[in-house]
């Protein structure tokens, strides 16, 4: 093993898959004989886990539950072919892979996110993959960044998150881990540089940081 882990997140770090998600929506809004939400106001709330995202955007929360399998039934069909890798993903986990152990921390459901890594050419690289449905509380709460330092034995010394929200980084905060952001996804850099941690337009510009932190 490395001396250091990094953990990913996903949509907006390492991947593109906003068709498919506004797709998703699209179809759980129209399955309840609603009017779709604006698409600018969704892609706001990616990276927030479904049940949250759908009551932000007024679903009653005795109905979320149905909103959220009306959203699957599509999504599923639609996510392997309408998602991309950002512009050098791969480079970036193929580099990190060389000096630290790495896994994904996600609020994608790792049932999707499994495939959907070996699809894209990069699973074999992450020693665990997390998502909402391994865990009780999401980001930011701590608890998936622990449980995917637990799974692959390791401790929080020299661990960083990278992602592209503050959902990403107040879980690494929480978690005693150092958080790097990425302006790449669907916070603005902003908001990110609120922080007071380091910010990069992409995550390879994040791996080379962390490859040079001794």
Known sequence: MFKKTILFDLDG?????TSAIL???DAAF?????????????KSLIGFPLDIAF???????????DYITAYREVYQKIYIEQTFLLPQAKESVCEANLFADLAVVTTKSS????????????????KIIIGR?????????????????????????D?????DTHLDILAAQNANISPIAVSS???????????NIPVFDNTFEAVQYLKNIR
């Open 133 to 157: 449905d391994d865990v009780v509380h999401p980001k930011p709460n701590a608890e998936p960044i622990l449980l995917a330092l637990k799974r692959i034995g390791k401790t929080q010394n």
């Open 185 to 195: 996804g669907y916070e603005a850099r902003e908001s990110l540089n609120q922080f």
């Open 23 to 25: 797709e998703g929506f």
């Open 13 to 17: 770090t390492l991947i593109d898959s």
């Open 111 to 126: 049932k999707f996110s499994k495939p959907l890594l070996e699809h894209l050419g990069i699973g074999e690289y992450f």
């Open 159 to 163: 661990s960083f998150m990278i992602g």
């Open 55 to 65: 009551e932000k955007l007024g679903v009653e929360k005795d109905q979320i539950q």
């Open 30 to 42: 129209k399955a309840f004989n609603q009017i779709p939400k604006d698409h600018a106001l969704v």
